[in-house]
């Protein structure tokens, strides 16, 4: 019984360790936990939702009324970092959820542990029904055992044996026991293992919850950042309405007050009115008056101005007078000053290089100028440098234009009733006919000398009336032919004017009247035809014949009935080259001999006038005595020189110019003169005498009667002559 009693007590206190165990393990703490975390979880849910929700109430708020403001941008950095914590608390949920769903399973795993203690405890209490069970058994048996002493002891025995069994049971149920107690401590350490887990759960809820807090504290402090740019942007409106409208109310008043300037302007304006309508009205009646006043001083004035042209009248005449009186003057200035600036005058020109030159060292330039001195030429003859001084020289650049700038007074003296002579001069090709005729592009001498005639005539037109003549001849063989007559091919001859005068005439010379340029025109024209007619080979005719261009210039002037007659001579000379010893014969030597005879016949002459010889002798060739009117007197004369620039015309060259300063200089002292003249006696002029054999050498001894002075050219040449 006492081994009963103490099983019994075991029992009891394996019962009550079980119920312990059970109120220890009980899930009853678990599932608190469990719900506790649930309900947590609930509320942080719910705190995010509201978060959300205000989130999404900001996002909407500011978007509207700071669109384009200043602090849009930082309102979008606020976004952008508003949308990265909502990024986070994303991570953050999917973090709890996680942890949600560990919760979960750690919860089935514990219902399962319950459950198999829930088994195990059913096991235990089976059990403890079968020992108790047994127990009573053993109890009654040992009861009726105890009534039926004698078999006692064995029944004792069988109860001991039975007892032991029991024991076995016993040590059987321990060892379960332990069993059940091992078990629990690892259902313990499990459960202490989730407790760690939900532990660790907690702070991160509890750092999630923190940080949902940071964010909210940050979304609040946007918030506020927001709220205070909105009130200092409604500031800054307010305040530049209330600036505008100071503004304007300043202009306003600056407008009134101007205003109120115009009104009294307006004021004083009105009086000043007033008082011009009433001179206007005054005005008005002595202009009514005016007529009569006016009637009154034109007749005053008309008698004054009637007397003041009597006046002038009278000045007039006396002017007229004067003027008549003055021209005659000036006629004679003019003369004196002609005298003394010598009328006969001397020029070069030289032609360029032509094609016609050819090429190689023959065509090569032998003539060059003073840069210096525009009237001293220098040739490269054979080698040796000749410089000679004219009265002007034209280089090869030279236009017509320049030339006729030289002759153009010469011209324009025919009109003062001056006879004026203008020779070329040169070898053939050396550029005579240019320089007189030139090209109907670039008109010469010719043409413009008529041209300048017609518009001075035409200045003069009020006061004189002028008629101008042409005539043109040419001199052949020393026999004189009309130009622009019906028949060239009769010969003139050169009269003394029957009406006692002396002047000489030429019988039946055409003279035509030139009105225009048209008109000269038409009388060159004609004239070349003429020739060209006449002669086959023109050039070479017109190179051995003179050819004249004769411009009469008459004029009346209108006042006073006075008469001039002017004669413009334009001659192109025949070739002045000398023809050799050997080559000329026949027609060809004749041609020589007439051109020598009345070129040296024209030196002779201008070396006479310039010498002022008492006798000239314009009789020694036709040419002179034709022209002897244009020589003479106060007439005046122009030498053109042609030249040709090439090597191998330079002894012609040196011939034409020493031909020209021989003329030129014969005005120089009897000292200068002496050796002038030495130089014109050259070797070529002897070569060229002797060439020539002329059959009348007294056509150089013109001069011979009364020529008195010794230091004449032709006498020395007739002196040299001899020798050749
Ligand atoms: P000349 O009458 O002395 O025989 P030309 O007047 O017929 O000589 O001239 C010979 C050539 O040289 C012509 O073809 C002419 O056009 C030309 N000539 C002469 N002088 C000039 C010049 N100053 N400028 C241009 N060409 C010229
Ligand atoms: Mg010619």
């Known amino acids: 019984t006492h081994e009963v009693e103490h099983l019994k007590e075991k029992l009891i206190s394996q019962a009550q360790e079980v119920s312990r165990l059970r109120s220890e393990l009980g899930g009853t703490d678990l599932e608190k936990h469990r719900d506790l975390l649930m309900v947590e979880n609930e509320r942080l849910r719910q705190e995010m939702r509201r978060c959300e929700a205000e989130l999404q109430e900001l996002r909407a708020k500011p978007a509207a009324p700071c669109t384009g403001c200043e602090h849009s941008q930082e309102s979008a950095q606020l976004r952008d970092r508003l949308s990265q914590l909502q990024l986070e608390v994303a991570e953050n949920k999917g973090l709890l959820s996680e942890l949600n769903l560990e ?3 750690k919860t ?4 399962e542990v319950e459950l198999r203690l829930k088994d195990c405890l059913a096991e235990k209490a089976q059990e403890e029904e079968r020992l108790s069970r047994r127990l009573r058994d053993s109890h009654e048996t040992i009861a009726s055992l105890r009534a039926q002493s004698p078999p006692i002891k064995y029944v004792i025995k069988t109860v001991e044996v039975e007892s032991s069994k029991t024991k076995q049971a016993l040590s059987e149920s321990q060892a379960r026991n332990q069993h059940l107690q091992e078990q629990v ?3 313990r350490q499990v459960l202490k293992e989730m407790e760690q887990q939900l532990q660790s759960s907690h702070q991160l809820t509890a750092q999630l919850r923190a940080q949902i807090a940071m964010y909210e504290s940050e979304l609040e402090r946007a918030h506020g950042q927001m709220l205070e740019e909105m009130q200092s942007l409604e500031e800054d409106k307010n305040r530049a309405i209330e600036e ?3 503004r304007a109310q300043v202009e306003m008043k600056a407008v009134h007050e101007n205003l109120a300037g115009v009104r009294t302007n307006l004021l004083t304006l009105q009086p000043a ?13 002595q202009v009514r008056g005016f007529p009569l006043l006016l009637q009154e001083a034109l007749k005053s004035v008309k008698a004054e101005i009637g007397q003041a042209i009597e006046e002038v009248n009278s000045n007039n005449q006396e002017l007229l007078r004067k003027y008549r009186r003055e021209l ?5 200035c003019h003369n004196e000053l002609v005298r003394l600036k010598g009328n006969i005058r001397v020029i070069a020109r030289v032609r360029p290089v032509t094609k016609e030159d050819g090429e190689g060292p023959e065509a090569t330039n032998a003539v060059t100028f003073d840069p210096d001195d525009d009237s ?12 000679f001084e004219l009265d002007k020289v034209f280089s090869s650049q030279a236009s017509q ?5 030289e002759v153009q007074a010469l011209i324009t003296s025919c009109i003062d009733g001056f006879n004026v002579c203008i020779f070329a001069y040169g070898q053939t090709g050396a550029g005579k006919t240019y320089t007189m005729e030139g090209t109907p592009e670039n008109p010469g001498i010719n043409q413009r000398a008529l041209r300048l005639l017609f518009s001075e005539v035409q200045e003069k037109a009020s006061d004189w009336e002028y008629t101008i003549t042409v005539s043109a001849a040419e001199i052949y063989n020393e026999v004189l032919r009309d130009l622009l007559g019906q028949e060239p091919q009769e010969k003139l001859e050169i009269r003394l004017c029957p009406d006692g005068s002396g002047q000489l005439y030429v019988p039946g010379l055409t003279e035509f009247q030139v009105q225009s340029v048209e008109d000269i025109n038409k009388v060159f024209e004609f004239g070349h035809t003429n020739r060209t007619t006449e002669f086959t080979n023109l050039n070479e005719h017109s190179s051995r014949s003179h050819a004249l261009l004769i411009v009469t210039v008459r004029g009346v002037d209108c006042s006073t009935g006075l008469r001039t007659t002017g004669k413009l001579n334009l001659v192109d000379l025949a070739g002045s080259e000398r023809v050799g010893k050997s080559g000329a014969e026949g027609s060809r030597l004749r041609e020589a001999q007439h051109i020598n005879k009345s070129l040296s016949a024209l030196g002779d002459v201008i070396a006479a006038l310039r010498s002022r010889q008492g006798h000239v002798p314009f009789r020694n060739s036709k040419l002179t005595y034709l022209l002897q009117d244009s020589l003479s007197g106060d007439s005046k004369t122009l030498m053109v020189v042609q030249v040709s620039p090439v090597e191998k015309n330079t002894s012609e060259t040196l011939y034409s110019l020493k031909f020209a300063e021989r003329v030129r200089s014969v005005e120089l002292g009897p000292g200068s003169r002496r050796t002038e003249l030495g130089s014109w006696s050259s070797q070529e002029h002897l070569e060229w005498e002797s060439a020539c054999q002329t059959p009348q050498p007294s056509a150089r001894a013109h001069s011979a009667p009364g020529s008195g002075t010794t230091s004449r050219p032709g006498s020395i040449r007739r002196k040299l002559q001899p020798s050749a």
């Open 244 to 246: 505008a409208f100071a």
């Open 273 to 285: 009115l007033r008082t011009l309508t009433n001179d206007y009205n005054g005005l008005k009646r």
């Open 376 to 387: 001293i030429i220098h040739l490269l003859h054979k080698g040796k440098p000749v410089s």
């Open 103 to 105: 919760v979960q399973q």
């Open 401 to 405: 234009q320049d030339v006729f700038q």
């Open 108 to 111: 089935d795993r514990l219902a």
């Open 328 to 332: 005659q003057l000036r006629k004679k």
């Open 185 to 187: 401590a690892m259902q």
